[in-house]
Nanobody, 127 residues
Framework: QVQLVESGGGSVQAGGSLRLSCADSGYVDSWKCVGWFRQAPGKEREGVAILAAISGMPYYVDSVKGRFTISKDKTKNAVYLQMNSLKPEDDAMYYC????????????????????WGQGQRVTVSS
């Protein structure tokens, strides 16, 4: 059973950095699409950074391009989101999501295609 466990959230000032981690007990090699969504208060959840496991291609929402980087480490069964130059508008709850069905990794990501979710990590950015 896929179980995603996240860590790394916290509070930073604008311009600071955080790294989110998402680990699974052993299904990393089965992931076909994995990444991060976020939801700010009063807003819809949006896909922030997605990694297509087969092609290795990443997707980033325009607002984080050049600042966020998604990566995967098979040796640690983990996916990371390095967030640099954080802005107040990045303030949100961040969720790791994964799916293991081949051919279902869309850019931009479709939330409904991800059956596995982490518990969420709060990222607070103060100005």
């Amino acid at each position: 059973q896929v179980q995603l466990v996240e860590s790394g959230g916290g509070s930073v000032q604008a311009g600071g950095s955080l790294r989110l981690s998402c680990a699974d007990s052993g299904y990393v090699d089965s992931w076909k699409c994995v990444g991060w969504f976020r939801q700010a208060p009063g807003k819809e959840r949006e896909g922030v950074a997605i990694l297509a496991a087969i092609s290795g291609m990443p997707y980033y929402v325009d607002s984080v391009k050049g600042r966020f980087t998604i990566s995967k480490d098979k040796t640690k069964n983990a996916v990371y989101l390095q967030m640099n130059s954080l802005k107040p508008e990045d303030d949100a709850m961040y969720y790791c999501a994964a799916q293991i069905v081949r051919g279902s990794c869309f850019f931009p990501p479709r939330e409904s295609t991800f059956p596995y979710w982490g518990q969420g990590q709060r990222v607070t950015v103060s100005s």
